[in-house]
């Protein structure tokens, strides 16, 4: 069974850090590119952050270039990723998704981790 499975999310104040995980299994991770994408209340899910299946390249939403950082470890099965300088427009569920080489689409996708930016 292909899983994702997302952690680190939480309660942070402006300004602060995040690391969000996402690791992978029942798929072969390697070959498969990986995103995250949030979804505030109301609101259409975005992505936010792409990473090819090797992690040559990488693509960020505007709203977070700068900020957050995507990164994978293939021995580990596991993308990350980091959020600095947080802002409450930040706050929303984090999923992950994964699309492999020959799909048109997201074939597997994460339950969702929870991001709270608030003083």
């Known amino acids: 069974q292909a899983q994702l499975v997302e952690s680190g999310g939480g309660l942070v104040q402006p300004g602060g850090s995040l690391r969000l995980s996402c690791a992978a299994s029942g798929f072969t991770f390697n070959n498969y590119a990986m995103s995250w994408y949030r979804q505030a209340p109301g609101k259409e899910r975005e992505l936010v952050a792409l990473i090819l299946s090797k992690g040559s390249g990488t693509g960020y939403t505007d709203s977070v270039k700068g900020r957050f950082t995507i990164s994978r470890d293939n021995a580990k099965n596991t993308v990350y990723l980091q959020m600095n300088s947080l802002v409450p427009e930040d706050t929303a569920v984090y999923y992950c998704?994964?699309?492999?080489?020959?799909?048109?689409?997201?074939?597997?996708w994460g339950q969702g981790t929870q991001v709270t930016v608030s003083s």
């Open positions: 998704a994964a699309r492999g080489p020959y799909s048109s689409k997201y074939d597997y």
